[in-house]
């Protein structure tokens, strides 16, 4: 067991391009969840999954934002034109839903928008 | 919506000093309420957790007691180390431990020899 996995670590793109993340969870976690941390703040929740299904998307995911879990294994963030605002780390963290435990983050990817 | 208020940092404290971090929240219904730690260069960690009020969470060294009465989970330890150097979050989950987590600011202990 590696733990969570976030690929890549660092990415620097210029506005307007299409950029996409991936997080592999722990191997036995069903629930993968997403969030964004911008400097100086705490990580804000952006959608979960649990298997395949996406079960909930916050307010903060616009529609220039999208996640799959196609195989309820590894999942991929995609934003599309990216935007000087999208500047931060993006974390994914899993857990497994039949049993009580926490969830296990990733070291995040962070996005510098140019 | 639900929310959690840090203390304001940083801290910086010499080393063997007692740490309090200060944390209250806001929810609906009966949270877990739970301390993240990031230390330079790594990710987030689970430093500790309290399920129901009244419980305390502990772990090397740290503790935490959830008190519903005060709607708080301070952060507390008696002789900090160089090595606990890092950024501390609070965070509660609203259903359970397998729930989205909302986090606090966060705040960065520096500890000094």
């Known amino acids: 067991d590696t733990g969570v996995s976030q690929d890549p670590r660092h990415k620097i793109t210029k506005r307007g391009q299409n950029v996409t993340f991936r997080c592999d969870p722990i191997s036995e976690h069903n629930r993968l969840y997403w969030y964004r941390q911008t400097l100086g703040q705490g990580p804000e929740f952006l959608t979960y999954f649990q298997n395949e299904a996406q079960l909930e998307k916050s307010r903060l995911l616009s529609d220039r934002f999208s996640a799959e879990r196609p195989k309820g294994s590894f999942s991929t963030l995609e934003i599309q034109r990216t935007e000087q605002g999208d500047s931060a780390m993006y974390l994914c963290a899993s857990n497994r839903v039949s049993i009580n435990t926490e969830a296990f983050f990733g070291q995040g990817t962070r996005l510098t928008v140019v | 919506g639900d929310s959690v208020t840090q203390m304001e940092g940083p801290v910086t404290l010499s080393e063997e000093a007692f740490l309090t971090i200060n944390c209250t929240y806001t929810?609906?219904?009966?949270?877990?309420l739970f301390w993240y730690v990031q230390y330079p260069g790594e990710g987030l960690q689970l430093l500790l957790k309290?399920?129901?009020?009244?419980d305390k969470g502990s772990n090397k060294g740290f503790e935490a007691t959830y008190r519903k009465e005060t709607t708080s989970f301070h952060l507390e330890k008696g002789s900090v180390q160089v090595s606990d150097s890092a950024v501390y979050f609070c965070a509660l989950s609203d259903t359970g431990a397998n729930s989205k987590l909302t986090f606090g600011k966060g705040i960065t202990l520096s500890v000094r020899p």
């Open positions: 929810a609906t219904g009966y949270p877990s």
């Open positions: 309290a399920t129901k009020a009244d």
